[in-house]
């Protein structure tokens, strides 16, 4: 070997992102392996099972040079050939040598034959492989539960979808994507890498789309308050594609939660939904109080009375006729995300509503109303100056 043959080892360090220092342990071992199958005739299970002699191999990184040696235990009787010597031959080589000592025998590595090159390659090919492996496993299981940006290389026969995140590829299945969405190779999508595990055929990333963390992830990328931690996500509940709920509360009395995460004119919460599929985003407004979070959760809904059994975790919630279409939402939508949201199983009931009731409830409605117009045509003045 020459000065040549080592550069271009280091070539292909560079090329596979390893160091040169593990393409040349992969080198030797190849080495190694390969003589003790091609000169000593053992079968590629019975090298793996650690049969046959103890080879070490030396190379010199700045000149090329190799030297590969036996090594064999001083024993007095032999009962392993391979790795032993008895010491009536060992005196024979050297006469001061003691028993438990070992020694080295030389061997030529010029004599390995064409195949035993060839064997060197695969070797060296499934070393790189597995260094790299493990390069891709211990770069990506600090980045588990974070959202990366990756680039669609295939969608294969059944729709899952291969992602390149850079330095590795992971997986989208059918169960983590968006329903509403179609993928296609060259997109450049977010997902949330949700596990990282090891396989035989390398690390396996799973991502997703469908996780409540991207869309957290996403929530905090657009409204700076909740990156500064002034407003909070209590929780999230998702029906990917189609509709979430977002429950959030504020930590500084003087910013509204609901309209910092809507944004002026909706701009945040629609950068959002459209990073999502479209998916409608209903900002809730978080309270300690479980009956008024429920209330709340079932916006747009306009809800009576509510009674919890904390204990079973269930509530039933008083709603008029004109009312509960809306509360329970096309199918069953509305009351499901609520239900996910406040962690109660919500149960409706029919309420009457009298001619009193009624009444109260237009004076309110009617109050809004001008509340409204009134702010709208403040903001007129300013916008006519």
Same mark, same amino acid.
């Given at each position: ?34 003589? #003790? ?21 030396? #190379? ?5 040079? =190799? ?49 035993? #090159?060839?064997? *060197? %390659? ?13 390069? =891709? ?32 590829? $992971? &997986? ?10 179609? &993928? ?7 997902? /949330? ?12 990333? =799973?991502?997703?789309? $469908? ?35 977002? $429950? ?24 959002? @939904? ?12 978080? @309270? ?12 747009? $809904?306009?809800?009576?009375? #509510?009674? *919890? ?16 279409? *809306? ?9 499901? *995300? ?5 962690? /109660? ?7 009457? =509503? ?18 409204? %117009? ?12």
């Amino acid at each position: 070997m020459n000065r040549e043959f080592i550069e271009a080892l280091q070539q292909l360090a560079l090329e596979r992102g390893v160091s040169a220092e593990e393409v040349l342990e992969a080198f030797k071992e190849a080495l190694r392996k390969a003589y #003790i199958k091609r000169q000593k005739g053992y079968k590629k299970e019975e090298v793996e099972e650690g049969k046959g002699p103890e080879v070490d191999v030396y #190379i010199d990184p700045q000149t090329g040079r =190799i030297e590969m040696v036996e090594v064999r235990r001083v024993v007095e009787k032999v009962e392993d050939p391979d790795k032993e010597i008895s010491l009536a031959e060992a005196l024979q080589y050297d006469p001061e040598v003691q028993l438990g000592d070992e020694m080295e025998f030389p061997i030529d590595p010029e004599g390995l034959s064409r195949v035993a #090159i060839q064997d *060197l %390659r695969q070797l060296l090919t499934q070393r790189l492989k597995e260094s790299e492996r493990n390069r =891709i496993f211990n770069e990506y299981k600090d980045k588990e539960g974070q959202v990366l940006t990756g680039v669609v290389t295939r969608v294969d026969n059944r729709g899952n979808v291969f992602v390149d995140l850079g330095r590795g590829e $992971a &997986y989208l299945p059918k169960s983590e994507q968006i329903p509403t969405e179609r &993928y296609y190779p060259g997109q450049r999508l977010k997902a /949330y890498l949700k596990k990282v595990d090891r396989s035989a055929k390398g690390p396996s990333l =799973i991502v997703s789309r $469908a996780h409540e963390k991207l869309l957290e992830h996403l929530l905090k990328q657009e409204v700076p308050e909740i990156a500064e931690g002034i407003v909070e996500i209590k929780a999230i509940a998702r029906e990917p594609g189609r509709r979430s709920k977002v $429950a959030v509360t504020s930590h500084n009395p003087n910013v509204d939660p609901i309209g910092a995460c809507i944004g002026h004119k909706g701009q945040r919460i629609q950068a959002v @939904s459209a990073e999502l599929g479209r998916e409608k985003v209903d900002i809730i407004l978080w @309270s300690k109080d479980p009956k008024e979070f429920i209330r709340n959760a079932l916006s747009p $809904a306009q809800v009576g009375s #509510i009674e *919890l059994d904390p204990e079973a975790k269930k509530a039933r919630v008083k709603v008029t006729k004109d009312q509960h279409s *809306l509360a329970i939402g096309t199918g069953g939508q509305n009351v499901r *995300l609520a239900s996910k949201l406040t962690g /109660y199983d919500i149960h409706f009931e029919e309420a009457e =509503i009298s001619d009193l009731d009624e009444a109260i409830r237009r004076a309110a409605q009617e109050e809004a109303e001008e509340k409204t %117009r009134a702010k709208e045509e403040f903001e007129k003045l300013f916008r006519d100056l």
